[in-house]
């Protein structure tokens, strides 16, 4: 059974950094060719899209997120990242990874991110 485990949440004060990371373990076949995604969800609110890395490399994000926020992917380890730069209190949320293509859909548990003095 596919499965994604997160890592890399913490606690980080207003204007630091973090690191997200999102394994994909057991059987997943064509994990390069399908898109991956984070999403993240605060307490009260709707589960809002992040970033999105195609096989293809291009990205994009939603705006407040632009030019703080680096998604990557490596293939080879089959593991997705969100590097999260200039951390504001409104980026406090659950942060959930997803693997989604034509066959396939993949979400991770999630993982606490909590930006505060």
């Known amino acids: 059974q596919v499965q994604l485990v997160e890592s890399g949440g913490d606690w980080v004060q207003p204007g630091g950094s973090l690191r997200l990371s999102c394994a994909a373990t057991?059987?997943?076949?064509?994990?390069?060719?399908?898109?991956a995604l984070w999403y993240r969800q605060a307490p009260g609110k709707q589960r809002e899209w992040v970033a999105l890395i195609r096989s293809s490399g291009a990205t994009d994000y939603v705006d407040s997120a632009k030019g703080r926020f680096t998604i990557s992917r490596n293939n080879a380890k089959k593991t997705v990242y969100l590097q999260m730069n200039d951390l504001k209190p409104e980026d406090t949320a659950v942060y959930y990874c997803r693997i989604q293509g034509r066959r396939v859909d993949v979400w991770g548990q999630g993982i606490q991110v909590t930006v505060s003095l």
């Open positions: 057991g059987m997943i076949s064509g994990f390069s060719i399908n898109d």
